[in-house]
């Protein structure tokens, strides 16, 4: 191999150095315009001879400038795509007969110079590896100049085509020039950079005077097109894997030439607005860097749940992010409810004790400001903005005739269409985020292995996590893989899942029933008077038990099943879902029956009101009938129960207590416990620390569902009570930051650290059942309850929707009205929605057939893979007769080729070194002029394919020295993968 | 900043900007923090490009590093002899294929190159385990250590030849999800301030 790539490294470098000579000429040309002056009187001279030359010419031009192939100039320039340039073109074509006759002796001149320039260029080469391809090129494109100047296309063909390859193949000697400098200390080489430079330039300012006839047009195309890359070289300088010392001085060398010869080419202000455009780049991404910066930093809490998730693993910091987005909804919930009913009312209402529900009655106004009877949301806070009853059914309020009723209702509503909107919208965006990484589970360990470590890491405490998450995730994985291979005992594990679920639901039976049995005892205590605090809150106070004890019990039971924690926690969550469900349901339920009584309470109420009222208007209509009557006393008109505000006010009741119950835990359980753990533990007679109660682990199921489980009473409640939005939203607020400090400060990392799912769908889905599941019981309400009469904005109406056929029949002309019936007419509605279930339909089966889609492809790559890997090995096999076959061949081209040799050194060369074969290749050579000549040498692509990565393995790896600096990153993967093989048979 | 500083030459600067990823104000940052880490050795004028090196012992104590288990390997990867100890210029090329600006491909190089620690340009079964036994410190038991290793070449070695090439490592690698993540070291002089809060227990 390395005989045959001798020859190539001499022409490379001929070629190179009489480049170097067009190189210096070219200043020379262009500083001196008087002599071009001189040349263009020339022309007429030449001008048969010239014809020929000018096609080819303009053929190269466009090489270098577009490479764009395929116009044919057969001895004549057919198309000309930029006439101005056609001008100076034609002055230029008198330079080419010039040049002809000039070459010989500068050829000679050349020679004597080529000795010395030799060493130069080889030191040249290793820098330019990226130049060098085209210098040659253009070395062997002058060659072929002078032999075949008739074959103008085909010629041109072949150089792009060589173009192409020598740009991919980092030639032999460029390599072996690279060892040579790794031997070469970085000062040294760095004063013989500058003495080449110096050097050089001394070169071309003699070559100046010794090369008076300018530099030709294809001269100036390959100058530019040098130029080009070399500031390409600059840009992209910072991606090369190389030593900073050889980068530096890479850069320089390029600097240099596209300083020198930039201004030559007259692109002097265009490489200034190449700065400026580099500028505005590198500024560009610095701005969009820091604007995301500003962006997280925006983000609420993010270092917060960054700082929770380094110590306990993307699980726990998945609650916390949940935690934000409620956070989000809630505030938005809130935004609407106080922006559009509360304010309004509070500014521009009636104001307090106006109005009989708008004040205490009498019977209760020694108490109303007692702290207990407040604590309760009785009292003052039972008749304030906070609750249903407060509000008055005046169609309009305040100078804005601000329609409050039709805007309470529409916001009741509207609360339910957002949170509806933002869940369901998240879940698709995390649907899609959760589709989009492709295939996953190919490379399992190897991610594991190469990416798990965070390089971001710089604190002990969190690097100790991250050794231990990754030798538990490795751990996982091993189980994972071992369990998938075999499967031992499944009828126990069977037989033990089974047992855990009767367990769980004869727990959540039992619970339910609890439930039930309270809330009936309690409507009974309700009806008796002196009743103590505990039959007042019995309900509450049962349920919160059952809220702290089940779960611990269902983790307990769920250890028989032995599931995947991540599995195990989707479980654990479905489960107390259910407990909660069933909690809240019976709960509602107890509620219903006590709404329908109060009901029953109303209609006598009513009654009574109404002839007090009248009785009182009567009596003081009586006594004198000129003035009119003192208003009865609000506080002393007799009111009904108004089931809304009951409604409204167990709500509020039952968040609160959650509240306390959730802090008071955390205290008490994480808290208090690990203050225990640590303090005691000096004076006890085992290891509290890793013995029995030990740290609490943050339980992320619990908290996940006592959150969604909240959100569901706020959705229910905020109907009947519009503050209740706002509790939540100060809840939230205070228990992402309580939480945060209690995780970090009394919480251990769990045993087995285990990643969230991508998506936190499920979450997400939690929440849009239970948000579902309260929409149920509101819309009940509000559709089948007729509201109470004398509380509410909706009192007097029959149905609490009658506003909006209110609003719609005084505020809407006629014909808004008329639509609006046609539109709720039920044939109209029912084609609606099986219209709706339809497309869902489709659009179901759409998604299916996606999805077998996919697993298609994904199955198809999977298998292209393995085949792939067939491949290879069977390459691997046949590979050596391929070397045989090479082996008979290469003999033949060495006898063959001398004669040739002299003039296709480097048209061989070029194609002996391209590693890669490319796809027209074979075309090439056979129409190439040379193919007759070379036909036999020239073997088949494959022998290519097969000789370079020889060369590689044979010089590449030597165990025990440290491998090569500086070696660039290109040539190695771009082989392609066929590459390792071959060592292997080469050897 | 201006022109006030002295260290560097203005042509100086423009040739680490144009080699790295960083600007001229964070060029200087990273020298002064090369600095900190010697002030005796480290001359405030770099004009004249002094031979200075600073030992790895000093390299791997700096807080970005120091908690890497693979700091060692990459101090010898980036410095100019392979033994760990850098020049100023090893240095920038360290942070600089370090930065998050750096391309995947540059990053899926030097990767390659960590976790080569015999420099024989494939990832062989030892270099893997030895990778497996710094990532766990050593909590694996030999068994699962080999069963990782197998499966590791088994998933990423395309052409069945028992190692993994550059070719290899790159295929697989970049499909990482968090492979941009991956090998990013934020270089900043708030960095050491804004250690993470203690945990009161463990």
Known sequence: MLQTSNPDFTGAEEGYSSCGQCLSTT????????????????????????????????????????????????????????????????????????????????????????????????????????????????????KNYQRRNGDGKKAREERSQKKGRGKTAPNKDQKESENKEKKTTKRGKEGENKQKKDRKNSISSSSNSSDEESLSEEELAMLKEQVEQKKKLISTMRNKPWRMVKKLSVLREAQDFVEKFEGALGKGKGKKLYAYKMMMAKKWVKFKRDFENFKTQCIPWEMKIKEVESHFGSSVASYFIFLRWMYGVNLVLFGLIFGLVIIPEVLMGMPYGSLPRKTVPRAEQATAMDFSVLWDFEGYIKYSALFYGYYNNQRTIGWLKYRLPMAYFMVGISVFGYSLMVVIRSMARNANESTTDGDDDNFIFSWKMFTSWDYLIGNPETADNKFASITTSFKESIVDEQESNKDENIHLRRFLRVLANVLIICCLCGSGYLIYFVVKRSQTFSKMQNVGWYERNEVEIVMSLLGMFCPPLFETIAALENYHPRIGLKWQLGRIFALFLGNLYTFLLALMDDVNEKLAEEDVVKNITHWTLLGHHNSSAGNDSTVTPPPLDPADVPRGPCWETTVGIEFVRLTVSDILVTYITILVGDFIRACFVRFVNYCWCWDLEAGFPSYAEFDISGNVLGLVFNQGMIWMGSFYAPGLVGINVLRLLTSMYFQCWAVMSSNVPHARVFKASKSNNFYMGLVLLILFLSLLPVAYTIMSLPPSFDCGPFSGKKRMYDVIQETIELDFPLFVAKIFSYVANPGLIIPAILLMVLTIYYLNAVSKAYQRANAELKKKM??????????????????????????????????????????????????????????????????????????????????????????LGARAPHPGQPRPWGHPLGPVPGRGRGQPCYPRAAR | MGNKQTIFTQEQLDAYQDCTFFTRKEILRLFYRYRDLAPQLVPLDYSASPAVTLPYELIGSMPELKDNPFRQRIAEVFSEHGDGNMTLDDFLDMFSVLSEMAPRDLKAYYAFKIYDYNNDDYICKSDLEKTVNKLTRNELTPEEVSLVCEKVIYEADVDNDGKLSLADFQHMIVRAPDFLRYLVSLITTTEQEKTLPQRTNI
């Not at chain 1, 192939?69 to 034609?90: N, P, R, W």
């Not at chain 1, 290469?890 to 040739?900: F, L, Y």
């Not at chain 1, 056979?926 to 370079?948: D, H, K, L």
């Open chain 1, 862 to 951: 999977q298998m292209q893979r393995e085949e792939e890997k067939n491949k290879r090995n069977n390459k691997a096999s046949t590979n050596p007769m391929l070397q045989d076959l090479e082996d008979l061949l290469t003999p033949s081209t060495k006898t063959e080729s001398p004669p040739k040799q002299a003039e296709d050194k480097k048209t061989e060369s070029q194609n002996g070194t391209s590693p890669v074969g490319k796809p027209g290749r074979g075309e090439f050579l056979a129409g190439s002029p040379m193919a007759g000549g070379r036909g036999a040498a020239f073997t088949p692509p494959s022998q290519v394919f097969v000789t370079q990565p020889r060369t």
């Open chain 1, 27 to 142: 200043t020379v040309h262009h500083t001196d315009t008087k002599e071009k002056e001189q040349n263009t009187d020339k022309l007429t001279l030449v001008q048969d001879g010239s014809k020929h030359v000018l096609s080819l010419r303009h053929g190269v031009d466009e090489d270098g400038n577009e490479l764009a192939a395929g116009i044919e100039f057969d001895g004549e320039v057919e198309t000309d795509t930029e006439s101005e340039e056609d001008e100076v073109k034609d002055k230029k074509t008198n330079k080419q007969p010039l040049r002809e006759t000039g070459r010989a002796s500068r050829l000679q001149s050349k020679k004597q110079e080529k000795d010395k320039e030799e060493k130069e260029d080889k030191e040249e080469d290793e820098s330019k590896e990226e130049d060098n391809g085209s210098q040659q090129n253009r070395a062997s494109r002058r």
